[in-house]
């Protein structure tokens, strides 16, 4: 890079920037992605989730979700699978958490019994997906350490990326590398490393759409499994924004009556 170019960069970028260290500005554009999507109280919404093996053979279940913005916690989120027949039923509840371990029961309606998933279990696949347990809890600020890595391009975004690095022992990754839209602040890929620090997963968010003038939501989350060959496409439709949802909708009660 030329002298003129470096100091063109200099003066172009903001002082409290360039005073930062590379853990406090990961820090901050953690906090910018959170502020934007705070404040929309509650949604509804159905989806879709396509399993593929490495053989590439398919299989397809409907689903439904809603989520409970909480103050000053993580949010609360209910999934119910309503086809094929075999899954039909069956809920998982969450409440994530700010600081200590999420909470989530899962209801298998063939045992009618209610299973609380232990924090230790939380790097197990759900529902046979290639996403964990701990994917599916909302990413709260507080649950990682960050470092800012560099600003880089990916398919055309202008991008930050930065790594974050589980608070939680248990958690199944070393570490995450997040590359974040550098005008609307959204994940658009993540790529996870298991607990031996080797890729392992890679998440792509596809099609965003603004809702309420505000909050982004991507149509597609694509996650592809390096290690094993599988594959989960979630597609979520029908966004209802600000439905009226209350506490009284997330708690053990509602996985039974949920079907």
Request: no cysteine; hydrophobic share 40%.
């Given at each position: 890079?030329?002298?003129?170019?470096?100091?063109?960069?200099?003066?172009?970028?903001?002082?409290?920037?360039?005073?930062?260290?590379?853990?406090?500005?990961?820090?901050?554009?953690?906090?910018?992605?959170?502020?934007?999507?705070?404040?929309f109280h509650d949604f509804k919404a159905s989806m879709t989730m396509l399993?593929?093996?490495?053989?590439?053979?398919?299989?397809?279940?409907?689903?439904r979700n809603q989520t409970l913005e909480v103050e000053n916690d993580g949010d609360k989120t209910l999934v119910v699978f309503d086809e094929p027949?075999?899954?039909?039923?069956?809920?998982?509840?969450?409440?994530?958490?700010?600081?200590?371990?999420?909470?989530?029961?899962?209801?298998?309606?063939?045992?009618?019994?209610?299973?609380?998933?232990a924090s230790r279990n939380k790097s197990g696949p759900f529902m046979g997906s290639e996403f964990a347990y701990e994917d599916i809890s909302s990413q709260e600020v507080e649950k990682y350490t960050y470092k800012f890595i560099e600003e880089s391009e990916h398919e055309g975004t202008a991008s930050l990326l930065l790594e974050r690095y589980p608070v939680d022992p248990n958690s199944g990754y070393t570490r995450q590398q997040m590359w974040v839209d550098k005008e609307r602040y959204?994940?658009?890929?993540?790529?996870?490393?298991?607990?031996?620090?080797?890729?392992?997963?890679?998440?792509?968010?596809?099609?965003?759409?603004q809702y309420?003038?505000?909050?982004?939501?991507?149509?597609?989350?694509?996650?592809?499994?390096?290690?094993?060959?599988?594959?989960?496409?979630?597609?979520?439709?029908?966004?209802?924004?600000r439905s009226g949802l209350t506490d009284a909708d997330f708690n053990k009660n509602s996985l039974k009556r949920a079907r």
């Open positions: 890079m030329k002298l003129s170019l470096i100091l063109a960069t200099l003066l172009l970028t903001p002082a409290v920037t360039l005073a930062m260290t590379a853990e406090e500005r990961g820090l901050e554009i953690a906090k910018e992605v959170d502020t934007r999507d705070t404040g399993l593929k093996n490495r053989h590439g053979e398919e299989s397809l279940r409907d689903m027949r075999d899954v039909k039923g069956t809920a998982l509840l969450s409440f994530s958490h700010k600081v200590g371990d999420d909470d989530q029961w899962l209801y298998l309606p063939a045992l009618k019994r209610v299973k609380r998933i959204i994940p658009i890929k993540i790529d996870y490393y298991d607990r031996k620090n080797v890729l392992l997963k890679t998440l792509v968010f596809r099609g965003y759409q309420l003038d505000q909050y982004w939501r991507a149509d597609e989350m694509y996650m592809e499994n390096h290690q094993t060959g599988k594959s989960t496409l979630l597609t979520w439709k029908q966004y209802d924004f």
